[in-house]
C-alpha cells in the first residue's frame, strides 16, 4: 500500500512540473529578457545585447544626445501625472496594474513596485529605478549622461585603489585588560 501511494505521489509530482510548462491562460509567452534584442526572423544567431543605459534615451528633453538629472525628473513628472488617472499623486492598485501592462510591452523596461508595501506607488518609488539607472550610466558623477556614457565607453574598468591602514592611536600601556 506504501508503494503504491508512494508511486502516485511521485507521479503526481512529475504531472505538476510539466504543467508548469504549460501556458494554460493563454497569455503571450514573454519575449527576449531585459537588455536584448531580438534576432532577425530565421536567424540561428543569439539575441543581440542592449546597453540599457540606452533606455536613458527617451530621456534627452532638447535632443542633444545628453541627458541631465533636471531633463530626467521633468519626464518622470510628466509620465507619473499621465499614468495618475485620478490626480490623487498616488497610483492605487489598478493604475499601477495598468502601468506594468504597458511597461510589459515597451523594450528595455522594467515593472515599477510598491517598494513599501503599502499598496499605493508614490512619486519616489515611481522613479527609483530610473534614478538608479542614470546614477550607474553617469560614471564621472557630472549629473549629464553623455551618449559615450550610454553606450557605455566612459566607463572606467580601474579598481580603485585601497586605503592603506593606519595604526590604531592609542597608547597600549594604557589598555585595560
Do not use: H
Request: charged share 30%.
Amino acid at each position: 500500500m506504501k508503494r503504491i501511494s508512494r508511486a502516485a505521489g511521485v507521479a503526481l509530482a512529475a504531472l505538476s512540473l510539466q504543467a508548469c510548462s504549460l501556458n494554460p491562460i493563454g497569455r503571450p509567452e514573454r519575449g527576449p529578457s531585459f537588455g536584448t534584442e531580438p534576432a532577425a526572423a530565421g536567424s540561428t544567431e543569439a539575441p543581440k545585447r542592449v546597453r540599457e543605459a540606452m533606455a536613458l534615451e527617451r530621456f534627452d528633453a532638447n535632443g542633444d544626445g545628453n541627458v541631465t538629472k533636471p531633463e530626467l525628473e521633468q519626464t518622470l513628472t510628466a509620465d507619473f501625472k499621465k499614468d495618475d488617472v485620478n490626480g490623487d499623486e498616488t497610483l492605487d492598485a489598478g493604475e499601477a496594474r495598468a502601468l506594468n501592462e504597458r511597461l510589459r510591452q515597451e523594450r528595455n523596461t522594467s515593472p515599477v513596485f510598491d517598494w513599501n508595501a503599502d499598496g499605493r506607488l508614490v512619486y519616489a518609488e515611481f522613479a527609483t529605478q530610473w534614478r538608479t539607472l542614470f546614477d550607474r550610466a553617469d560614471r564621472n558623477r557630472d549629473g549629464i549622461v553623455s551618449a559615450d556614457e550610454m553606450e557605455g565607453y566612459g566607463r572606467d574598468r580601474t579598481p580603485k585603489p585601497l586605503p592603506k591602514p593606519e595604526m590604531s592611536k592609542v597608547d597600549p600601556s594604557r589598555i585595560v585588560p
